[in-house]
Each structure stands twice: as C-alpha cells, then as structure tokens.
C-alpha cells in the first residue's frame, strides 16, 4: 500500500516563484526521498534525507524532514518551466529490506 | 557507470494473450531489483522484488509473476493478460539503504 502522501495533488505557479509540496507517512522511516517525473518517463532521484537529519539542500531543492510529525516537505526556489513535471515522495521504512514507498505524486506546472 | 535498460518500450496487447517484459542492469553486481506499476495519474505500487538470482518476493496478489534467471536480468511475466494489467512497468535497482535507479519504463496497454 502507498504510505506516503503528497499535498497539494497539482500546483500551478508561475516561473520564478517557489513551489511547495508536502509528503506525509505513517510508520518509522530509515530515509526519505524525493523523485521527479517527466510526463511518461522514468523517475529520476533528486534529493535524500536521512531519518536524524531535519534539513538538506541541494541546488534549488530544499527539502526538510519532520520524524514527530512524520511529514516532509520539498521547497523549489526561482523556479523554472523546465521544473514542470510530478514529485513523489518515497519513504525506506524500518525492517523493509531496501523497498521503497512511493506516495501518490504532486504534479507541478510552471508556466511562463 | 552503471546504466538500466527496459524494453520494450511500448506494447499493445490483446487480452489473454502473453507478456514478458525485460530489464537489465549493466555495471553492478548483485543488485536489489524491483519491479512497479504505474496506473495513469498516479503513484508506484510496487510489484515485485529480488535480492538475488532465483529469489523473488512478491507484494501484491496479481496476474503477474517475475523471474530473475541472472545476476542482472529481472523478468516480468503473465500467461493470460487482463484490461486491467495495463499501466507503466518500471523497473529500478538500488545499492542497500540508498536512492534507486529507474528504466525508461514500459507502457502497456491491454485491449
């Protein structure tokens, strides 16, 4: 089943504004990851963040990660249209053999 | 480097008719290799998985069956498909703990 969950399910901005998309889970994690999609392709890794770490960044990716409140979130700054595409979150759950938990995808539009 | 390969990389098929579909992985040895399905919208419901040759777990009850008859070579079957088989079949590999490595992706569809 698909533990995680992202808010909002779509996000329409503008480019140069930041865009913010929300994942939450329900059971103890190792690491949380977030992915991107382009519209029919595979997904690509973009960020990691272990489960003692509260924050990360990388590029105009910043994601943080709450463990009490078993919520991340995923901050893109300046962004782009070349940003367009969906974000998934995906949680390496304690006990579970390296599988992964995708939720159920943000897709982002930028428009110019 | 280490590169995954899938393919093909679409299918249309009719119902009850067979599947197979293969991914390789290049540059690694002994990878974890996974199999999931993507309905349109929406997220990854993992399928199956293997830790090594011969060894597959599965996580969902389907119409499905996986087979990893080499180190590198993970298999994705069924004898009779079903409409509700079609989707995006992914298949990705990880190193123990970290980020996994996603195919190009399948996309099947079933009539």
Redesign the interface.
Known sequence: SQQGEEDPQALSIQEGENATMNCSYKTSINNLQWYRQNSGRGLVHLILIRSNEREKHSGRLRVTLDTSKKSSSLLITASRAADTASYFCATLNTGTASKLTFGTGTRLQVTL | SQTIHQWPATLVQPVGSPLSLECTVEGTSNP?L?W?RQAA??????LF?S?GIGQISS?VPQNLSASRPQDRQFILSSKKLLLSDSG?Y?C?W?P??????????T?LLVL
């Open positions: 974890n996974y999931y919208g929406r997220g990854l419901q993992l998985y830790v996580e995006f992914l990705a990880n123990l703990g970290r980020d996994q490595y996603f195919g190009p992706g996309r």
